[in-house]
């Protein structure tokens, strides 16, 4: 079993809806979770992080965190065709900062 | 303010030859990782500085990778010799803070083609 496990995709969204990209994760221990954006041959960057059960809001991203049922998701409002990229769930391990990455979720919003 | 940095972008070689990647890091960050990204494989983590030590570097895949950070605004990623299957992009990233901070800051990578 995967540490960090995503649906690879592509998940075809129309403009203006809402992408949910979902994540799980098997370390119980796991405190820290990112959501990091890749548009194809570019590098990785930050979205957002989440560290406490809930939902955390940015602009158009929202995170939502269950540790309980050990799943962290990513809601997109409002697609936009720039949002079409590679979504990288991150899960940090132990305390040094290691990071484990999901395979990554392709969303493709559709005009 | 400058990102991390890396060099050379793109790198095209023999197998058996020697391949350095260097990075510098964000300055005043503290923390440094090297990735490695394939389509089969995704994002790797091969080895984690802090504090210009090695604390992690139990994703190097073998003997002939190596890295070094002799100081906090410098890092080499050296594959010897380079085979094949070493082909990738490696990514350099950098953070701030206590035990390695949160953000990750990834350089553009570099594209490692072996022959």
């Known amino acids: 079993q995967k540490e960090v496990e995503q649906n690879s995709g592509p998940l075809s969204v129309p403009e203006g809806a809402i992408a949910s990209l979902n994540c799980t994760y098997s370390?119980?221990?796991?405190?820290?979770f990112f959501w990091y954006r890749q548009y194809s041959g570019k590098s990785p960057e930050l979205i957002m992080f989440?560290?406490?059960?809930g939902d955390k809001e940015d602009g158009r991203f929202t995170a939502q965190l269950n540790k309980a049922s050990q799943y962290v998701s990513l809601l997109i409002r409002d697609s936009q065709p720039s949002d079409s990229a590679t979504y990288l769930c991150?899960?940090?391990?132990?305390?040094?900062?290691?990071?484990?990455f999901g395979a990554g979720t392709q969303v493709v919003v559709t005009p | 303010d400058a990102g991390v940095i890396q060099s050379p972008r793109h790198e095209v070689t023999e197998m058996g030859q020697e391949v350095t990647l260097r990075c510098k890091p964000i300055s005043g960050h503290n923390s440094l990782f090297w990735y490695r990204q394939t389509m089969m494989r995704g994002l790797e983590l091969l080895i984690y500085f802090n504090n210009n030590v090695p604390i992690d570097d139990s994703g190097m895949p073998e003997d002939r990778f190596s890295a070094k950070m002799p100081n906090a605004s410098f890092s080499t990623l050296k594959i010897q010799p380079s085979e094949p299957r070493d082909s990738a992009v490696y990514f350099c990233a950098s953070s701030s803070g206590l035990a390695g901070g949160e953000t990750q800051y990834f350089g553009p990578g570099t594209r490692l083609l072996v022959l």
């Open positions: 989440i560290y406490s059960n």
């Open positions: 370390d119980r221990g796991s405190q820290s």
């Open positions: 991150a899960v940090k391990l132990g305390s040094w900062g290691k990071l484990q």
